[in-house]
Structure formats: C-alpha cells, structure tokens
C-alpha cells in the first residue's frame, strides 16, 4: 500500500551530533526543494487496567486474567492515525517549515523504531526526518480516570544517511468519555479519543521545539 503524502506545509531523551535545536533553514538560506518528514502511526491501542483489587497487567481481558474489564473496540487504528497526522500540519509543529509529509500506513514495531541506525524508508531526500508514534495506551484508573497516552520517536538526518538528532518522550490526555458507558455514546467518545490524540502530538512537538535550559 502507498504512503499518504501531504504537501501541506513529557519525560524526554534527546540525543544529537549537531547542536539540540530543531529549526528549520535561516531565512536567508531557504529549504532545499524534496525536503520530507516521514510519519508512522502506531500500532493497536494497549488497554492497561488499575482496579480496587485487580489491575496492572497489560490487556489483561485479552489474556484471561480475573478481574479486568473488556477491552473497549479500538477507534484509533493505524489509517485513523495516519489520516489525523496527515492533517496537522506537521511541519509547522515541528518547526520544519516546507517539508512535505509522507504517511506511511503501516506502523513500525519499537524494536525497529529503536534499532534503526538509518533512515527507515527508502528516500534520497536532501533534507530528511522521521517521526514515528511507538506506542498508544489506554490507562483505565479507579483513582486517577482514564488517559489516553502515547510515546513518539523523532529524527532529523538533514541530508545524511545517519540521524543528527533523535527525540523520544510521551504524552498524556485525560478522557472523560471514553472508554463509552453505553453503546450509543461510542461516536462522541471515539471523538474524544481522536482529539486526545491529536492533543498528544502537539504536546510532543511543543517538546521537540522547546528551546534548550540556558546552563
């Protein structure tokens, strides 16, 4: 399947050869033409639990384990994410003006998010990043409420064949709807839950973008 491209212009870990600052080109040097950020939604939504008395294992439903609440449908496949960072101006978020967004539909695994020394799609672009959605989680708390959470992956190579920056961190919304109480509320809650994350790429790359502390 083709990728979706788009011509339309946290606790973190940040790593690079060059200087921290994610920016684009001074305005006196304008960005070379074929600039790309490639994006990978994530893969299924994660369903973690904390009851009175049960909680903290992983999709708990799914495995079987007492006490645990079904898992609730997922309405935020892979083409639903790909479909709402397609339209968030990506670039402009993170501060990669003019780069054309390609979204690739099928999410990658952490250990090849992780592992990958190089870039991750075949491309000869002269200015070249990536950012990738590592895991979406569902946090479901009899304290706390419900939180839609997710971690990001980003990479600035410029024009090379190794990255010059790498970023990691996560985001956290709050959801009052969903999971939904009753079958009727499912499309106001799936809305939320589509805000929410929405909401967690834009704390992510207000992250990314964050000026660094002066020492």
């Known amino acids: 399947m083709a990728a979706l491209a788009s011509t339309s212009p946290a606790s973190a870990q940040d790593s690079a050869a060059a200087p921290a600052s994610v920016a684009a080109a001074p305005a006196t040097e304008p960005t070379p033409a074929g600039c790309e950020l490639h994006v990978w939604p994530g893969s299924d939504l994660i369903h973690l639990y904390y009851g009175w008395v049960h909680g903290g294992t992983i999709n708990g439903s799914t495995k079987g384990r007492e006490g645990y609440p079904e898992a609730p449908e997922n309405p935020l496949t892979a083409e639903v994410q790909g479909h709402l960072l397609a339209g968030m101006n990506l670039p402009k978020l993170v501060a990669l003006p003019d780069y054309a967004v390609i979204v690739h539909p099928q999410p990658l695994s952490s250990r090849e998010i992780r592992a990958s020394k190089t870039r991750l799609a075949t491309s000869n672009s002269p200015c070249y990043a990536e950012l990738m959605v590592d895991d979406l989680l569902l946090t479901q708390n009899v304290i706390g409420g419900n939180a839609l959470r997710a971690s990001f992956r980003f990479r600035d190579f410029g024009p090379d ?25 499912m499309p106001a809650a799936a809305e939320e839950l589509r805000k929410a994350f929405e909401s967690n790429v834009a704390q992510f790359a207000a992250a990314l973008t964050k000026p660094p502390k002066r020492k």
């Open 161 to 185: 064949a190794a990255p010059r920056r790498m970023f990691g961190s996560f985001a956290m919304t709050k959801l009052l709807q969903f999971p939904p109480k009753a079958p009727d509320n």
